[in-house]
């Protein structure tokens, strides 16, 4: 507008003067801080919620499979803001198959079928209660933590897998570290403050484009061109948040997105966020597609480092198959407690 200058740099509103052209523009007098806090997207306790939810994954093939393994993580993680009261994994095709828990703590069955096929369906049904009503009940005690923070050697040992960023060029992570730093400086170095503004400038400035990105695309392509699905938004996140000694690691699961009708198709799929290790608190999630910390909106199935480490199924064909056709349809639907 006529009068006011607005400076951006790197994506990032680092300076906002002149004149206030239309409703909440901030006064010229008003610190940056508060101009990029107002809007950010700050969690309210909400009640707890149970959800079923349909996992249902289908391959086609042009010819038989004679042989071939399915590593599934489908079963919902079981802890104190999570409680699975059921959960099973159903495959239209006979196989033996052994469960175990994966290095991240990750619940997964691996199948060996040695039928021919040429279509093969996995379902997975589960209810859980969510728990997580308040993400921010660690405040009463809150005490300021500030950027960089400092970890005890043994808790950077243990921490490491996390606080590793994806192995890009120098002058890619230069860059992000710069942008990485801009949230950190007018956040006053406040660590709470720049995950939040940083999960909001994700949610309001990256655009949400399917058949844009690849499974090869790194966080710098993410923030070069602005635009991904949440994969993508999700690694963006971890990158920035690793280069600020942030750990941080990669949550698949499912979101909910609100009723169901009967007269109405809708499909949905597995969603990715992350998940931000804060000091004497623990785990906390961010949904940077969405914008919000998680709560009882958001399902956790698996985690790890990197989206390799928490991918819902993996499949190899030893013998057979041809061309593969694969489809995945998700539903979540409230269940009355």
């Given at each position: 507008?006529?009068?006011?200058?607005?400076?951006?740099?790197?994506?990032?509103?680092?300076?906002?003067?002149?004149?206030?052209?239309?409703?909440?523009?901030?006064?010229?007098?008003?610190p940056p801080l508060a101009a990029a806090m107002r809007n950010v997207h700050r969690p309210r306790v909400v009640p707890e919620r149970r959800l079923s939810i349909e996992h249902r994954t289908r391959y086609l093939y042009d010819k038989p499979v004679?042989?071939?393994?399915?590593?599934?993580?489908?079963?919902?993680?079981?802890?104190?803001?999570?409680?699975?009261?059921?959960?099973?994994?159903?495959?239209?095709?006979?196989?033996?198959?052994?469960?175990?828990?994966?290095?991240?703590?990750?619940?997964?069955?691996?199948?060996?079928?040695?039928?021919?096929?040429?279509?093969?369906?996995?379902?997975?049904?589960?209810?859980?209660?969510?728990?997580?009503?308040?993400?921010?009940?660690?405040?009463?005690?809150?005490?300021?933590?500030?950027?960089?923070?400092?970890?005890?050697?043994?808790?950077?040992?243990?921490?490491?897998?996390?606080?590793?960023?994806?192995?890009?060029?120098?002058?890619?992570?230069?860059?992000?570290?710069?942008?990485?730093?801009?949230?950190?400086?007018?956040?006053?170095?406040?660590?709470?403050?720049?995950?939040?503004?940083?999960?909001?400038?994700?949610?309001?400035?990256?655009?949400?484009?399917?058949?844009?990105?690849?499974?090869?695309?790194?966080?710098?392509?993410?923030?070069?061109?602005?635009?991904?699905?949440?994969?993508?938004?999700?690694?963006?996140?971890?990158?920035?948040?690793?280069?600020?000694?942030?750990?941080?690691?990669?949550?698949?699961?499912?979101?909910?997105?609100?009723?169901?009708?009967?007269?109405?198709?809708?499909?949905?799929?597995?969603?990715?966020?992350?998940?931000?290790?804060?000091?004497?608190?623990?785990?906390?999630?961010?949904?940077?597609?969405?914008?919000?910390?998680?709560?009882?909106?958001?399902?956790?199935?698996?985690?790890?480092?990197?989206?390799?480490?928490?991918?819902?199924?993996?499949?190899?064909?030893?013998?057979?198959?041809?061309?593969e056709t694969l489809s995945v349809d998700v539903r979540c639907d409230v269940i009355e407690r």
């Amino acid at each position: 507008e006529a009068g006011r200058l607005l400076v951006v740099r790197e994506g990032a509103i680092v300076a906002d003067r002149g004149a206030q052209a239309k409703a909440g523009a901030r006064r010229a007098s008003e610190p940056p801080l508060a101009a990029a806090m107002r809007n950010v997207h700050r969690p309210r306790v909400v009640p707890e919620r149970r959800l079923s939810i349909e996992h249902r994954t289908r391959y086609l093939y042009d010819k038989p499979v004679e042989r071939s393994s399915q590593v599934l993580r489908l079963t919902p993680v079981h802890d104190r803001l999570q409680s699975v009261r059921e959960s099973a994994i159903e495959l239209s095709v006979d196989g033996k198959f052994r469960d175990y828990d994966d290095v991240f703590g990750n619940r997964v069955r691996r199948v060996e079928i040695d039928t021919p096929y040429t279509e093969l369906t996995i379902v997975a049904r589960s209810v859980v209660d969510l728990l997580d009503t308040d993400p921010l009940s660690f405040r009463p005690l809150h005490k300021r933590w500030t950027i960089p923070l400092v970890w005890m050697p043994w808790q950077r040992h243990m921490l490491q897998p996390y606080l590793l960023p994806e192995e890009l060029p120098d002058s890619e992570l230069e860059e992000l570290t710069e942008y990485a730093m801009s949230f950190v400086e007018r956040n006053d170095y406040d660590l709470f403050d720049t995950l939040l503004d940083l999960n909001t400038t994700i949610y309001r400035e990256y655009a949400y484009k399917q058949g844009t990105t690849t499974n090869y695309t790194t966080p710098f392509d993410v923030y070069t061109h602005r635009r991904g699905v949440c994969q993508d938004f999700a690694n963006l996140f971890i990158c920035l948040a690793r280069l600020l000694s942030v750990p941080s690691r990669y949550v698949c699961g499912y979101v909910y997105t609100g009723p169901k009708h009967e007269n109405k198709l809708q499909s949905e799929a597995s969603h990715a966020w992350v998940q931000v290790y804060l000091p004497e608190v623990g785990w906390k999630g961010f949904d940077p597609t969405n914008g919000v910390m998680t709560q009882t909106d958001h399902v956790r199935v698996a985690v790890g480092r990197k989206r390799v480490d928490a991918t819902p199924t993996a499949g190899v064909v030893f013998l057979g198959g041809g061309r593969e056709t694969l489809s995945v349809d998700v539903r979540c639907d409230v269940i009355e407690r």
